[in-house]
């Protein structure tokens, strides 16, 4: 059991929330819309998962870098925070590129 890929992905987070409030592009923002946003987006991403593993199409496989705890059959605890990361991501390159052609326009 490692969490090796869980802190990877929990400081990816962290430097997405430096970067969310150094430039004020998601949360720092609009916390409530970010909030309703990010939940959104993980919610259609795990029914997504979800489906592709009723249908057979993902599998956990096997890593020695995940912890072993699973939320569901083939579903990892990893999966919950890199959908996360992925939304947040997501939304932070959407708001800096639309803040970036705000600037540019002016």
Known sequence: MSVLYLAALLVSLA???L?????RLFF???ARTAAIVLVAGMLFFLA???AGIG???FFRGGSPLL????LAPELPLEEVFFLA????????AF????????????
Do not use: K, P, Q
């Not at 912890?67 to 699973?70: E, F, H, I, Q």
């Not at 708001?95 to 002016?106: F, I, K, M, V, W």
């Open 15 to 17: 430097c997405m929330v």
């Open 55 to 57: 249908l057979g199409i």
């Open 48 to 50: 997504w998962d979800l």
């Open 28 to 30: 720092a923002r609009d």
């Open 95 to 106: 708001a800096g590129a639309a803040l970036l052609l705000e600037r540019r326009t002016r």
């Open 85 to 92: 990361l992925l939304c947040y991501v997501s939304m932070n």
């Open 19 to 23: 970067l969310d409030v150094r430039f």
């Open 67 to 70: 912890t072993g705890v699973m």
